[in-house]
T-cell receptor, first 116, second 115 residues
Framework: AQSVAQPEDQVNVAEGNPLTVKCTYS??????LFWYVQYPNRGLQFLLK??????LVKGSYGFEAEFNKSQTSFHLKKPSALVSDSALYFC??????????????FGKGTHLIIQP | EPEVTQTPSHQVTQMGQEVILRCVPI?????FYWYRQILGQKVEFLVS????????KSEIFDDQFSVERPDGSNFTLKIRSTKLEDSAMYFC?????????????FGPGTRLTVL
């Protein structure tokens, strides 16, 4: 079975500072990894994904994430946080061996709070 | 940019009643999914649907749940006899094409409240 761990319920960062939201995963095969963001009373918006290739992937709104196979991690990062980045962030994984039918397995989410 | 739509945005029902949640996926997508998110908890996979039949389902998706695609555009989730613990946000999603590499596009969700 696959799983995702987001160890922090909440991350507080001052505006302009770099931010990191942590994610570790467990799958039997190789992973497809995703980050989504959820604003209040809204659906999930896709931020970025790792499939293969360069371990550093860039996504929407200046976010990036680094895939680390040895640590089974896929931490979300941004060099300079904005107040508008405040939201709930979800890491998700699916096993590369699965077909298109496999659903995503999500972490429990991390509340990111950017303080002005 | 095309988007997934869901109706209603909020559904309130009495315990034991049937509810149908509706989704209009992006038109050229082939796989469709339902997820739920109980308040304050993580998003959980319920079921995937391809070629007019269920492809995969989780242990949450028991006999009380069913899905169908009654026409070429709508994708529905039915809960036959709702329980209090069915109260949650229900999200429809679909990826572009059939590859597992593709990100899933999520609808805005339906908030189901069972009283």
């Amino acid at each position: 079975a696959q799983s995702v761990a987001q160890p922090e319920d909440q991350v507080n960062v001052a505006e302009g500072n770099p931010l990191t939201v942590k994610c570790t995963y467990s799958v039997s095969g190789n992973p497809y990894l995703f980050w989504y963001v959820q604003y209040p009373n809204r659906g999930l918006q896709f931020l970025l994904k790792y499939i293969t290739g360069d371990n550093l992937v860039k996504g929407s709104y200046g976010f990036e994430a680094e895939f680390n196979k040895s640590q089974t991690s896929f931490h979300l990062k941004k060099p300079s946080a904005l107040v508008s980045d405040s939201a709930l962030y979800f890491c998700a994984v699916r096993d590369m061996r699965g077909g298109g039918a496999d659903g995503l397995t999500f972490g429990k989410g991390t509340h990111l709070i950017i303080q002005p | 940019e095309p988007e997934v739509t869901q109706t209603p945005s909020h559904q309130v029902t009495q315990m034991g009643q049937e509810v149908i949640l509706r989704c209009v996926p992006i038109s050229n997508h082939l796989y469709f999914y339902w997820y739920r998110q109980i308040l304050g908890q993580k998003v959980e996979f319920l079921v995937s649907f391809y070629n007019n039949e269920i492809s995969e389902k989780s242990e949450i998706f028991d006999d009380q749940f069913s899905v169908e695609r009654p026409d070429g555009s709508n994708f529905t989730l039915k809960i036959r006899s709702t329980k209090l613990e069915d109260s949650a946000m229900y999200f429809c999603a679909s990826p572009d094409g059939t590859s597992g590499m593709n990100e899933q596009f999520f609808g805005p969700g339906t908030r189901l409240t069972v009283l």
